[in-house]
């Protein structure tokens, strides 16, 4: 009993602690999952290891650490390899860093980041940005001079984070690294200056999209899944090889890296200070508040990093160069693929064994590995038996074939079909809105309206103008989810009219988002703000008709036709020409926006508990009031049940203004209301029943919480529900 009470009190704070949260959604989600997920416990039990066993603290922490420590450890003997060579070679390697970048920076950190080794944190950073801005300037600036690169900044806190199998297998726990806050704006300095220069100098390919200004992994499935589409269209089959790299990140050895630094022309004291950088880092496993001993790093992109991942593209960029396929990487992710006709998946096939072997040399040139038996291919055909394709080989090992593959967040199947990544999205998204569906009862409408709206819908959108093309039944089983979802925060009756459901959230379906997302798409394509990749797959404007137009494409395959680009330009094309000449990104997206979505009421959302859900289903024309179950066919007569209304239908004017029942608290009622009634004249029983469930527009958003406030205390005092 006492452990019941104890959890009770431990529960309301927490839902305490979650109204509090309001402007912080992630924060909001981790409390949200403590009270009602199953979140398991974080703390490590005893760890075995060979037939050692590591009990405490530190005993853990040093087991863990030099394990992550040997994870990333240099080759005993540095492979030889070939440099890229890069054209019209320039250098970089005096830099300077002004005050004004420094406090751009300062300002535009975010305070809920942990704190680093050296104990700075963000929060106090940003709030003395006018007083530090200078002395900070000077000392990234000796920095810079001296090419001495801080030891207290090349320190990582290590949390280890588990990910799943065996708890007491070291190798089932991810490292987490955190870094200086101090040392990390300064790396976010030095990466603006070389990311930049590579970007004017064109150093880094275009094939791969990972952490690129402008590119995502929806952009490159985008182009990945228009191609294949196209070669069906074109009666050709595509051949798709997902490549596994293993531990990429980790195996990058600093010699390799410094020279490819100085390839791209990184000289004189930058190069010397990333030396400087990549030497002699260390990392220290916490565990329980006990730290391991220190342990050196040789070898890896520092994890945590701001530069790590420019480096690692550096590192990597000349993977592409040479190959006769076509190349697609997302990071460290890779897929290959090409284009053949029926009968020539011979050419084909010795094509892509010759660029396997390509791959294979510079993973061995470069001290990289491939993972052959995580290697799968796919073959995407409009012919519905499974042939034979010749063999696909890396390094002597035979790649397995496969139906269905998830990349980057994707289920791709060889049928081009999209059952697979529906389900898979449709489940994750579901054990998410059954949370929801706990936290209702005790949370206010906008918290778990919140919740749907920061964690649930963006995995329901996830990549959708990649499966643009799914059929109807697919779109309206992701639809009713969000649906659902809307019936959880508002707590209206499941029979609820969608359309009005939505309207009341003032939520757009996911079918007019989609549409939304894809014509900004086109925007940004036509505009040049997305990467060039997927502007040239815009065809030509029209020449004859107005100039805002792309020819539409002709398709000869239906699944072709629905996909994203011939799809999304039609949907441009007809757009309203105010529309489509729209000289900014952000006007564009406000007039896209006020045309297709349904504006937000704030005082709707304001408000919780029984009280609010009552009103909100009389504002949904659904609920126990008995005209409103009468007009469902839920209940065979509209009447109200008290023995004075003679068969009088119980509408919602009827309760709020009129059945006799209810004559004393009503009295209260109008009094309250009449210092808003008087101002916005309403004047008949009809205005002022419509003024009680919607407030008013002349009224502000504090006014009509005030409104509310009031309705819903005469709903509670009546007692009718
Ligand atoms: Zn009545």
Redesign the pocket.
């Known amino acids: 009993m006492k452990i019941q009470m104890a959890k009770q009190s431990y529960k309301e704070n927490l839902i305490k602690r979650l109204e509090e949260q309001k402007n912080t959604p992630h924060r909001f989600w981790k409390i949200a999952k403590e009270i009602y997920g199953n979140k398991k416990k974080d703390s490590i039990p005893t760890l075995i290891d060979g037939l050692m066993q590591y009990n405490t603290p530190e005993q853990k922490a040093n087991l863990l650490g030099e394990y992550y420590a040997s994870q990333s450890k240099a080759p005993d003997i540095p492979p030889d390899h070939v440099l890229p060579h890069y054209p019209d070679l320039q250098i970089l390697g005096n830099l300077e860093v002004t005050e004004h970048e420094v406090c751009k920076l300062l300002r535009k950190l975010k305070t809920d980041k942990a704190v680093g080794p050296d104990g700075s944190t963000n929060k106090l950073l940003k709030m003395t940005v006018n007083s530090i801005t200078p002395s900070l300037t000077r000392l990234f600036n000796t920095v810079l001079q001296s090419s001495n690169y801080p030891a207290i900044w090349k320190q990582a806190n290590v949390t280890p984070i588990f990910k799943k199998g065996n708890r007491q297998d070291k190798a089932n726990y991810r490292p987490v690294s955190l870094l200086s806050n101090v040392g990390k704006i300064f790396e976010r300095l030095i990466f603006d200056k070389i990311y930049s220069f590579c970007e004017e100098r064109n150093i880094l390919t275009w094939r791969n999209s990972g952490y690129r200004k402008n590119d995502s992994t929806t952009n490159q499935l985008v182009h990945i899944v228009n191609n294949i589409y196209k070669n069906l269209d074109n009666k050709k089959e595509s051949a798709l090889i997902f490549l596994d790299q293993s531990k990429a990140f980790d195996r990058i050895y600093y010699g390799g890296l410094k020279a490819k630094l100085k390839a791209i022309g990184v000289y004189g004291p930058l190069f010397t200070l990333m030396c400087n950088y990549l030497d002699n880092r260390r990392i220290r496993v916490s565990l329980d508040g006990k730290n391991s001993k220190c342990f050196k790093t040789t070898a890896g992109v520092p994890q945590g990093s701001i530069l790590g991942p420019l480096l690692f593209l550096i590192y990597i960029n000349d993977i592409v160069d040479n190959l006769e396929s076509e190349i697609h990487l997302y990071a460290d992710d890779a897929v290959m693929m090409t284009s053949f006709k029926r009968n020539q998946e011979r050419v084909a096939f010795e094509q892509l064994n010759r660029d396997l072997e390509r791959l294979s040399q510079w993973a061995s040139d470069n001290f990289m590995m491939f993972n052959a038996t995580k290697t799968k291919y796919m073959v995407v055909s409009n012919c519905s038996q499974d042939m034979d394709y010749p063999e696909l080989r890396l390094n002597e090992t035979s790649l397995e074939k496969v139906h269905t593959y998830p990349q980057l967040g994707i289920h791709l199947n060889d049928e081009m079909n999209w059952d697979g990544h529906i389900n898979n999205t449709i489940n994750k998204a579901n054990k998410k809105l059954n949370i929801i569906w706990k936290l209702r009862q005790d949370l206010p409408r906008y918290a778990t309206e919140n919740i749907y709206l920061t964690f649930i819908r963006p995995q329901l959108e996830y990549g959708c103008l990649v499966y643009i093309s799914c059929t109807k039944t697919q779109k309206q089983r992701l639809e009713s989810l969000q649906r659902r979802a809307a019936v959880a925060c508002t707590g209206a009756f499941n029979r609820t009219n969608t359309e009005r459901l939505y309207e009341e959230l003032g939520w757009a379906s996911l079918e007019s988002r989609r549409t939304y997302y894809s014509v900004l798409q086109i925007y940004k394509m036509a505009h040049r703000l997305s990467p060039d990749y997927l502007t040239s797959l815009l065809p030509p404007r029209q020449r004859h008709r107005r100039t805002t137009d792309f020819t539409p494409i002709k398709c000869n395959t239906s699944k072709y036709q629905h996909s994203f680009i011939p799809a999304g330009i039609q949907q441009w094309n007809s757009l309203s020409v105010q529309l489509k000449t729209a000289t900014s990104i952000s006007s564009f997206k406000h007039r896209l926006k006020s045309e297709m979505f349904p504006t937000k009421v704030k005082h709707y959302s304001l408000g919780k508990g029984r009280s609010n859900i009552n009103h909100t289903r009389m504002r949904l024309g659904l609920s126990h009031l008995r005209q409103q179950l009468h007009s469902h066919h839920i209940i065979p007569s509209p009447f ?3 023995p ?2 003679d068969q ?1 239908p ?1 509408t919602t004017q ?2 709020l203004l ?4 209810y004559a004393a608290e009503r009295q209260r009622l109008l009094e309250a209301l009449e210092p808003y009634t008087d101002r916005t004249g309403i004047n008949t029983l009809t205005k002022l029943t419509k003024f009680m469930l919607y407030g008013h527009i002349d009224l502000t958003t504090n006014e009509n919480q005030e409104i509310f406030r009031i309705v819903q205390h005469f709903i509670i005092i009546t007692n009718r529900f």
């Open positions: 109200c049940l008290n004075n209304c009088k119980e009827h309760y009129e059945c006799p029942k």
